[in-house]
């Protein structure tokens, strides 16, 4: 399973941006994906994740009301729109895929990786 994000880049405070990741897998062999991101001298932290069969959703507390996440059941594409944003949402940004059931809010949820996307938001 190979998963590839994209839609990072640097953007101004307070501006939108619209990260993607595609996975290459069977759509049976999906549990839930989410997005997970790491600053510089910081540990990864998870940002939202989705069950793929009934999209339920989860975000961290952080990205309430600023970021949102959805699929694309058909071909199995997480996208994350984000808004509002902050310098502090600085960080690679890297997409995961379970295929297991679990919480989908802890990086030892997860089976595969994306290789990670740049998000820098300016003052």
């Known amino acids: 399973v190979q998963l590839q994000a994209s839609g990072g880049g640097s953007v101004h405070a307070g501006g939108p941006l619209k990260l993607s990741c595609a996975a290459s897998a069977r759509i049976s062999t999906v549990y839930g994906m989410g997005w997970f991101r790491q600053a510089p001298g910081k540990d990864r932290e998870f940002v939202a994740a989705?069950?793929?069969?009934?999209?339920?959703?989860y975000y961290a507390d952080f990205a309430k009301g600023r970021f949102i996440i959805s699929r694309d059941n058909a071909k199995i594409i997480v996208y994350l729109q984000m808004s509002s944003l902050k310098p502090e949402d600085t960080a690679v940004y890297y997409c995961?895929?379970?295929?297991?059931?679990?919480?989908?809010?802890?990086?030892?949820?997860?089976?595969?990786w994306g290789q990670g996307t740049l998000v820098t938001v300016s003052s």
């Open positions: 995961g895929m379970s295929s297991r059931g679990s919480l989908l809010s802890s990086a030892n949820d997860y089976d595969y």
């Open positions: 989705i069950h793929w069969s009934g999209a339920t959703t």
